[in-house]
C-alpha cells in the first residue's frame, strides 16, 4: 500500500511505502470501542468521596430528650438527616473501576483505527519540517498548505522542540510522540498528521 508523501509547502514530492500489518488491518469497532473504553477507565482519578457515618467528627451527645418535646426522636448530630452529618450511600474513592485487555487487543484495536484513517484519507505524511523562526503562524501556515480537514494530531518520532513550541498555541493542533499515539487523540482528531521518520517507526511495529 502507497500514500502520498508531501513537502512542508504542501505539494506532493513522492510515495511511501505503508505496511500492511499495521495499516492495511479490517477495521474492527468493537475493539476499537473496548479499547477506549479501556483507556478512560484505567486514566479515571477516583477523586469523588464521602464520609461515613463513622468518619464524620461530631458530638455523640444526644441532642435533646428522648421524650416531651413535641419533636422527633434526635440521637446525634452526625445524623445524615441533619446538616453536616454523614452520607448516606455516596461516591467513595476506594471504587477501583480500572479493566483489563490484553496487549494484543490494544495494539489490534490502534492498528485497526490507523486503517481506518487511511480509509478515509485522514493520514498526511510529510518529508520534514524546518522552520527559519519557531513562529506560530509559520506553523500554522504549513498546516494550512496541507490537505487537512479541522483539527490535525501531529505525532513526531522524537522531540522536536522547535515544531513543538511553534504549534502549541495552534488550537486545532495537539503534539504528540509517535510512541504514545492512542485510540483517544485519533478519534477526536481528524487528520493524522505524520513526519517521515514518524511513519518509518510505526511501520517497524508490525
Known sequence: MEIKLYNQ??????????NDSVFGVEP???LIHRALVYQLANARLNIAHTKTRWERRWSTRKIYRQKWTGRARMGSNRSPIRKKGWVVFGPRNSTNFTISMNKKERRLALFSLLSAKVKENKIVVVDDIKLPEIKTKIMDGIFKKLPIEKTVLFALNKDREDLQKASNNLKYVKNILVDYLNIKDLLKYDTLVLLKESLENLNSRA
Open 9 to 18: 509547502e504542501g505539494k506532493e514530492t513522492w510515495v511511501v511505502e505503508l
Open 28 to 30: 474492527n469497532e468493537n
